[in-house]
Every structure is written in structure tokens, then in C-alpha cells.
């Protein structure tokens, strides 16, 4: 019996893994596991660029999106600023 893939876990699995639940947040965890299946099929990562680019636009877009949040969430330096 063939020993199973690293790609093909199950997401039990990835739910103990804390790279798999930082993605899971992003909302990006379906593009990730599309790059993951290219990879473990084509075993050549020039051919999943496409699901790449995907995968890393969803991540920038949350990365923008947390750091706005973030912004909005501190306090101006006037404000914070002893007078």
C-alpha cells in the first residue's frame, strides 16, 4: 500500500497545523489547497502559476484589508501624544 502524499492530508489533519488555520482565516484556504493539488499532480510549479498568483492576490487582499483595520484601530499621534 502506497503511503499517502503530503499534499493529500485530510483537513482534520489541518486543523492542528497552524500554517493551515493562519490561511483558514485569510478566507484564501481553498486557493491554497488548489496550488497544493497542481503541485502534487504536475510536480512542476511553472505550470501553477496560475493558481498561484490566485492564491497570492487573496493574500494580499487580506493583507491590505488587516492592515487597514489595524490603521483604523490605532489612534492618531496627535491624539496619543502628551501635551
Known amino acids: ?6 499534499h493529500d492530508r485530510s ?3 489541518d486543523e492542528d497545523d497552524p500554517i493551515e488555520r493562519m490561511i483558514s482565516r ?3 484556504a481553498e486557493l ?4 497544493q493539488e497542481c503541485m502534487a499532480e504536475h510536480q ?3 505550470v ?3 493558481q498561484v498568483q490566485t492564491f497570492k492576490d ?3 487582499n487580506f493583507q491590505k484589508a488587516r492592515k487597514e483595520q489595524l490603521m483604523k484601530q490605532q489612534p492618531t499621534s496627535t491624539e496619543s501624544a502628551p501635551s
Open 32 to 35: 491554497h489547497y488548489s496550488v
Open 1 to 6: 500500500m502506497a503511503s499517502p502524499s503530503p
Open 48 to 50: 501553477c502559476q496560475n
Open 58 to 60: 487573496c493574500m494580499m
Open 11 to 13: 483537513r482534520i489533519d
Open 26 to 28: 485569510t478566507g484564501c
Open 44 to 46: 512542476d510549479w511553472r
